[in-house]
C-alpha cells in the first residue's frame, strides 16, 4: 500500500496511536511484573489467576509492536489495529491474572477485583473473534469482495454474539468452593437471563462458524499470484509451524512449556502475518514454506518413533530384573534404535536441505566425477550437480570466459526467469560465474553452509581455469604454427622472387663481362660496375632480411644500444633512456623489448605530440620490466584501439608477460611491459 496517498494528518495519528499502544503496552508489562513479584507464594488469588501474568502481558506488548511496525508504514492497514487491539487484550488479561494474584486473598481483596476476575475468566471468549478478524482481512486489511465478504461479515457477527452469550452467562457452581471475601462476585452474571443449554449452542455455533473464516484463506490463496501468494504462504508457514508446538505442548506436560508454548503460538502468525505485509520478500517463502513442512513432518516422526520405541521397550522389559533392562535398552538403542533414528533424520534433512549436512561427501562426490571425465563441458556440468545436491536448489549454472571472447556455458535443471550471479576466481582472476537462483540462497546460508559453497566453487574455478589454460594454449600454438608458416612463405617469396633472380642476373652478367674481357676491355669494365652496383642492392636486401628476423643492433650492440639508437632517431622529442638490462637476457625477451620500445616511440614521434620521452628498463620480480612514458595528448576515449598498441600485448603475452597502455591523471601516455627474464619452455609444435 503506497502511503503517500494517505493524509499527513491521518498518518500522524496512526503513528501516535500506534505508538501509544506499544508504550502503554510496555508498561503494562512492567506493572505486571511488578504484580508477580509481590503476590504471596500461597494465597487464594494464586490459585484463581491461572498463573503468572507477565508472560501474557509481554505476549500482548510483542503483538502491540508488531501493530505499530503495520501502522508506521500502513496508516490505513486494518490489519494493524486488529493487531493492536489483539495485543491490549493479553496486556489487560495478564495484568488482570497479577492483579488476582497479587491483591486477593481469603480475607481481603483491592478494589476492582471482581471486574479482574470477570474479565479473566470470561473475556477469552473473544479470542476466536479476533482470530476470525485476522484470518477476514489479512493480507490487505478488508474483507473479500462479494458473497465471500458477506459470508465473512456475517459469520464475525455471529461469533461476536455467540462470545456475549458465553460472557453473560451465570457460572454456577463451577468456580468450586473457593473461599473469599464477601466483597468479591466470583460470578457477577448470576442475576441476568439466559436460556438453559445456551452456551454449549452459542459454543458449537461460533465454532461451526469459524469455517467461513478459513474458506476466506483459502479462496484469497487460490485467487492470488505473485508477491500475494507469497503474503499467502506467510501465514500458512506459521500455521504448520504452530501445528507443531500444540503437538508438543499436549506431549510435554510441564508448566513453563506450556507458558512457552502458548507465547509462540499467540505471537508467530502476527509475526508472519506482519513480515507478510511490510516485506514479503523478506526470506524465500517459498523455499522456506515446503522445508519447514518437510523439517516439520521429520520431526512428528522421530517423535513418534521415539514413542513407539518407550512403547514397545516398556512392554518387552516387563518382568525383567534391574540389570536385564539396562542390558536391552543398551541393546536397543546401539544396535536398533540409534541407527534407525539416525537414518530417519538423515534422510529427512536431505529431503529438505540437500547435501549440505555432508560436505565431505559432496566434495568427494564431485571429485570423483572430475576425475573420470575429461571434458572440459562434462566437468562444468559436474560442478553444476554437486552444487544443486549439496544445497537442494532447482538450477545451478556455470558461464566461463574462453579465448576469443567465447563462452563455456553448462547448466543442471531449468534456469528461472530471475537469477543471481557469483565470481569464480582462481588466483586473484575472475575466470567465469556461478549462476544460482535469486530467491536469497547465498544470504540465508550458515557460514559451515558457506564453507562448503566455497569448497565446491573452487573446483569450479579449477575446472574453469583448466579449460581457459586449455583454449589459450590451442590459440596460442595455432597463431604459433601460422606466424611460422607466414615467416617461412615471406622468406621463401624474398629469397624466390627477389634474391634468387637478382643473383642469377648477377651471374648473367658476370659471364659475359668474362666473355668481352679480352676483345673489349672497357665494355667488360663497364658491365662489372654495373654489376657491382646491383650486387650492393642485393646485399641490401639481405640485410633487411636479416634485419626482419632479428634486428642487427641487438647482436652489434646489446639491447641497452640498440634502445638508445632507436631513441636517437625519434625526430622533435628529447628522449631519455634509463636503462639498468641484466645479464644473461633470453633473445626472445631482446627482441620483444625491442618491438616493444620501437613501436611505441614510433606512436610518440607520430600521434603523442609530445616534448620529452623516458625509455625504462630494468629488473624487478624476475622480469624485465620496460616503461615508455611521454608528456603527450595521450589517447582519447573514443580513440579505437590500433594494430600497433594490440601488437604490444602481442608481444609480451607470447613471452608470458604483459603490457598495458595507459593515461596517467598528470598527462600523456604510458606503456609498460613486464616479460619473464627465465623464458618459457618452448611447446612442440610438429609442421
Do not use: K
Amino acid at each position: 500500500m503506497d502511503t503517500s496517498t494517505v493524509p499527513a494528518s491521518r498518518r500522524s495519528a496512526a503513528a501516535v496511536g500506534a505508538l501509544t499502544v506499544a508504550v502503554a503496552s510496555l508498561l503494562g508489562v512492567a506493572v505486571s511484573v511488578a504484580l508477580d513479584a509481590r503476590a504471596p507464594a500461597d494465597s487464594v488469588g494464586v490459585a484463581l489467576s491461572g498463573g503468572l501474568g507477565w508472560p501474557y502481558a509481554l505476549q500482548g506488548a510483542v503483538l502491540a509492536a508488531l501493530a505499530a511496525a503495520v501502522l508506521l508504514r500502513q496508516p490505513r492497514q486494518a490489519l494493524g489495529w486488529s493487531l493492536a487491539g489483539f495485543g491490549a487484550f493479553w496486556v489487560l488479561d495478564g495484568l488482570a491474572a497479577s492483579w488476582v494474584r497479587a491483591g486477593l486473598t481469603e480475607t481481603s481483596a483491592w478494589a476492582g477485583m471482581t471486574a479482574a476476575l470477570w474479565f479473566l475468566n470470561r473475556f477469552g471468549a473473544f479470542l476466536p473473534v479476533v482470530a476470525a478478524l485476522l484470518l477476514l482481512l489479512f493480507p490487505t486489511g478488508r474483507f473479500l469482495p462479494g458473497r465471500m465478504g458477506v459470508a465473512g461479515r456475517a459469520a464475525l457477527a455471529v461469533m461476536t454474539l455467540a462470545a456475549c452469550v458465553v460472557l453473560v452467562t451465570p457460572a454456577g457452581n463451577r468456580t468450586g468452593a473457593v473461599v473469599v471475601p464477601p466483597e468479591v462476585d466470583l460470578d457477577p452474571t448470576s442475576l441476568m437471563f439466559v436460556p438453559a443449554g445456551a452456551v454449549p449452542m452459542a459454543v458449537a455455533v461460533g465454532t461451526a462458524t469459524f469455517v467461513v473464516p478459513m474458506l476466506t484463506v483459502v479462496t484469497r490463496y487460490r485467487r492470488s499470484a505473485g508477491v500475494d501468494r507469497d503474503r499467502m504462504r506467510w501465514l500458512l508457514w506459521a500455521v504448520i509451524v504452530m501445528a507443531v508446538a500444540m503437538v508438543l505442548g499436549v506431549l510435554v506436560s510441564e508448566p513453563w512449556f506450556d507458558v512457552v508454548s502458548a507465547f509462540f503460538v499467540m505471537t508467530l502468525p502476527a509475526a508472519a502475518m506482519t513480515v507478510a505485509v511490510l516485506a514479503p520478500g523478506l526470506a524465500p517463502i517459498d523455499e522456506l514454506l515446503p522445508r519447514t513442512a518437510v523439517m516439520a513432518a521429520l520431526a512428528l516422526v522421530l517423535l513418534g518413533a521415539d514413542l513407539a520405541a518407550v512403547a514397545l521397550l516398556g512392554t518387552a522389559l516387563h518382568g525383567l530384573d534391574q540389570t536385564q533392562v539396562v542390558a536391552v535398552v543398551l541393546l536397543v538403542s546401539v544396535l536398533l534404535y540409534g541407527p534407525v533414528r539416525r537414518r530417519i533424520r538423515t534422510w529427512g534433512r536431505r529431503l529438505a536441505l540437500g547435501g549440505r549436512d555432508d560436505p565431505y561427501a559432496a566434495v568427494a562426490s564431485l571429485a570423483a566425477a572430475l576425475e573420470t571425465t575429461d571434458d572440459g563441458p562434462a566437468q562444468l556440468r559436474a560442478v553444476c550437480t554437486a552444487v544443486a545436491d549439496a544445497f537442494g536448489v532447482a538450477f545451478v549454472g556455470i558461464e566461463v570466459e574462453r579465448a576469443r571472447g567465447e563462452r563455456l556455458v553448462a547448466a543442471h535443471g531449468t534456469r528461472p526467469a530471475h537469477v543471481r550471479t557469483l565470481p569464480i576466481t582462481y588466483r586473484d582472476s575472475e575466470v567465469g560465474r556461478l549462476v544460482l537462483p535469486a530467491r536469497g540462497l547465498r544470504s540465508r546460508l550458515t557460514a559451515r553452509d558457506e564453507r562448503l559453497l566455497a569448497d565446491l566453487v573452487r573446483q569450479a574455478a579449477t575446472a574453469a581455469r583448466s579449460w581457459h589454460l586449455a583454449a589459450e594454449l590451442q590459440d596460442h600454438r595455432e597463431r604459433l604454427v601460422t606466424a611460422r608458416e607466414e615467416e617461412r612463405r615471406r622468406i621463401r617469396r624474398d629469397l624466390h622472387d627477389g634474391l634468387g633472380p637478382a643473383l642469377s642476373g648477377l651471374v648473367f652478367q658476370l659471364e659475359s663481362a668474362r666473355l668481352l674481357l679480352d676483345r673489349d676491355p672497357g665494355t667488360a669494365r663497364e658491365r662489372v660496375e654495373a654489376t657491382t652496383a646491383e650486387l650492393r642492392e642485393v646485399v641490401a636486401d639481405v640485410r633487411r632480411l636479416v634485419h626482419d628476423l632479428r634486428p642487427p643492433a641487438l647482436d652489434d650492440r646489446g639491447l641497452d644500444g640498440a634502445v638508445r639508437q632507436l631513441a636517437e632517431r625519434v625526430p622533435g622529442v628529447e628522449v631519455e633512456v634509463v636503462s639498468r638490462v641484466p645479464e644473461g637476457l633470453s633473445a626472445a625477451a631482446e627482441v620483444a623489448a625491442y618491438r616493444i620500445v620501437a613501436e611505441a616511440l614510433t606512436n610518440v614521434a607520430r600521434h603523442a605530440r609530445a616534448t620529452r620521452c623516458t625509455v625504462s628498463l630494468c629488473a624487478q620480480d624476475g622480469r624485465l620490466v620496460v616503461e615508455v612514458s611521454d608528456d603527450g595528448a595521450g589517447i582519447g576515449p573514443d580513440v579505437e584501439v590500433g594494430v600497433g598498441l594490440a601488437s604490444l600485448r602481442e608481444r609480451a603475452a607470447e613471452l608470458g608477460g604483459r603490457c598495458e597502455v595507459r593515461c596517467p591523471p598528470a598527462g600523456g601516455t604510458l606503456v609498460r611491459a613486464e616479460l619473464p627474464l627465465t623464458p618459457l619452455p618452448s611447446p612442440e609444435v610438429r609442421p
